[in-house]
DNA sequence: AGAAACTTTCAATAGTTTTTGAAAGTAGAA
DNA sequence: TTCTACTTTCAAAAACTATTGAAAGTTTCT
């Protein structure tokens, strides 16, 4: 396979798994163009390279430098902007993760809290199995949440060391 | 809060989460609501629950029958299908994790593969630095596939076991 | 200040996914 | 076999999401 052939590829593979991911398309494509380019990109050159328009690639280019996936990087003598992406994939792991706690896990942790109070007869047997689910949940998810935090607290070590003990 | 009130509140929350895990609305919906709910429903129930249309009602059954997270029960004397959710949320992550593995992470180890396979001339530092940013990823992604696997084949004591590890 | 070189916004448009509901299909009862 | 009570399908419509590109905004330079 070709060099260009396989970025190519693996820019549209990343992509569509962006999309199962919460991460839209372009976003996501935007992503691994620059994980598999050295050097920093201008909104020009993404732009004439995923063939999409300026405000797409603003708007997408943005939303990474939100998720902390890209940086913005001057160049001397250049006025245009530049971006680069995080190179490390753990740390690319950490900040998808923290940021999807963020938006995913801690809503509905609030929800779980407030469902958890139903008020009803004292020995409605309705209230009382539908409070012993919503606590299951809760505690699994309570769970997950817990893992996430020490995972986005923790370092590449950390991890390494987690998947080994897993597999083991 | 009033029992009705906080079924329909957890109902739409989970509903929505269900769309950033690449579950859609109604499938999510449903499910939380076969969740909290003892008694096995119809599909007249259901659509009427949820104020859906016959259609929807059914290919979103099938889905969550196809997912393994709900299943047909039959009723003495009744001749309609009616549909129970598994009610353990180990088991619920469990095979979503296994559908998720096998929708997501399978076909995207397959790409990496076959672009890792990229060739050019033999000194070119560009197929070189693509080359190690792809064996990255793939030893992430493989690592990930990993954990999902053995996840997949644990039982809930493990699970438990893993959490308590991983937070002390 | 004005002009040039960029970035950002946003209303309109395109594209995608979900939902509907009527029609077709299926299986049990008589 | 036909009737009836269901389930499934699918083309059309609706709802939702992403994309465009021109215009507005910003910053830097002279």
Redesign the pocket.
């Known amino acids: 396979m070709e060099l260009e052939v396989a970025r190519e590829k693996f820019v549209q593979s990343w992509g569509s798994l962006g999309?199962s991911w919460g991460i839209?398309?372009?976003?996501a494509q935007i992503h691994s163009l620059l994980l598999i380019t050295k050097k920093p990109l201008?909104?020009?050159d993404i732009m004439a390279s995923l063939?999409?328009?300026?405000?797409?690639?603003?708007?997408?280019?943005?939303a990474l430098i939100d998720w902390q996936l890209v940086r913005r990087e001057l160049q001397a003598g250049?006025?245009?902007?530049f971006f680069v992406a995080e190179k490390d994939i753990w740390e690319v792991a950490r900040r998808v993760t923290a940021e999807r706690k963020k938006r995913e896990l801690e809503p509905i942790l609030r929800v779980l809290e407030q469902v958890s109070q139903v008020k009803g007869p004292k020995d409605d047997e309705e209230v009382a199995e539908f409070k012993e689910m919503i606590s299951r949940i809760q505690d699994f998810v309570g769970k997950l949440d817990a893992v996430t935090e020490k995972m986005t607290k923790s370092d590449r070590n950390w991890f390494f060391r987690t998947v080994m003990k897993l597999m083991g």
Not at 54 to 59: F, K, S, V
């Open positions: 999309t839209n398309r372009t976003m201008s909104a020009e063939q999409i328009s300026r405000g797409n690639a603003n708007m997408n280019i943005r250049e006025r245009k902007e």
